[in-house]
């Protein structure tokens, strides 16, 4: 993706404790690269989610996605000009609410960044519209949230992240009122485009949402110019979205700055299966 959006808005309408807005500068779901093997499992009484109040837990979450993006998956950033050095800024993180998982240390070692209806406006626009014509999204806005510029820290790739991040969005959603989440999906195209041809070519069969809800991607991934007949397993964070009812809304995206593929997504709350209900809608955070 170009740049994954989230800043910060009016904290009142979403129905949160008064905090600052962030200064200005710039994502629905998170980018963990399958390739690192997970460490022992962090028990998940050691993780605390809470959400950024300051410029200072803004940028440590900035630092975490460079740490990620940048290090190891080798993206180029579209800094704003005067980012400093270690840290993924775009235009978008002013506008967006930054949710911080952090480990018993206090390090911070996950991180969601969430756009609201209201940022969107602010901006005119969601992230995901660099990529995709939302146009058929529309009757959704009002009360949809996107998700991204998500990701783990490699020593913490166990699950308990993630979780603790998806239940933290949920009582956000609860609590301000929201009923649908949307964002992209990520694969890697260091195989050329290859497995996100042939991932996209099961989805499109199994996890195709209504086309009333169907996007077009701006810069489309060339499947049919792609070997879209491999035998390849999903990603493990797309089947976890798949489980918890999430829909495909089109094909790929290409994104040449992180030389992946992005898949748009969508979970609308009503479609949480009843097992998921009571851990995702149920928790709180700071």
């Not at 000009?81 to 993924?88: A, F, K, M, R, V």
Request: one cysteine or more; charged letters at 20%.
């Amino acid at each position: 993706m170009r740049d994954l959006p989230q800043p910060t808005f009016a904290l009142a309408e979403l129905r949160m404790p008064p905090r600052r807005l962030m200064p200005t500068r710039q994502a629905v779901l998170p980018i963990v690269p399958d390739s690192i093997p997970a460490p022992a499992p962090v028990p998940q009484a050691a993780m605390t989610a809470a959400w950024a109040t300051t410029p200072q837990h803004v940028e440590q979450a900035q630092r975490l996605r460079h740490q990620v993006f940048v290090g190891e998956m080798g993206a180029r950033l579209n800094n704003i000009p005067g980012t400093p050095p270690g840290l993924d800024r775009d235009i978008f993180d002013a506008h967006c609410e930054h949710l911080l998982v952090r480990s018993s240390t206090g390090d911070v070692i996950g991180t969601y960044r969430v756009m609201t209806p209201t940022a969107a406006r602010r901006m005119g626009g969601w992230y995901s519209e660099t990529e995709f014509d939302f146009t058929r999204l529309r009757h959704h806005t009002a009360t949809m949230a996107e998700l991204g510029r998500s990701c783990v820290h490699a020593d913490h790739r166990n699950g308990g992240v993630i979780m603790t991040l998806w239940a933290a969005l949920g009582d956000f959603m609860r609590r301000n009122q929201l009923d649908t989440m949307v964002g992209c999906a990520s694969i890697s195209m260091r195989d050329g485009g290859h497995v996100a041809a042939s991932v996209w070519e099961q989805l499109r069969q199994t996890h195709l949402a209504p086309i009333e809800h169907h996007v077009q991607p701006r810069l489309p991934l060339p499947v049919d110019e792609l070997n879209k007949r491999l035998q390849v397993e999903t990603p493990a964070l797309i089947k976890g979205y798949l489980r918890c009812g999430a829909k495909v809304l089109g094909p790929p995206a290409w994104d040449p700055d992180f030389n992946t593929a992005d898949l748009p997504m969508m979970l609308r709350l009503c479609d949480l299966p009843s097992r998921y209900q009571r851990h995702f809608m149920g928790a709180a955070t700071a």
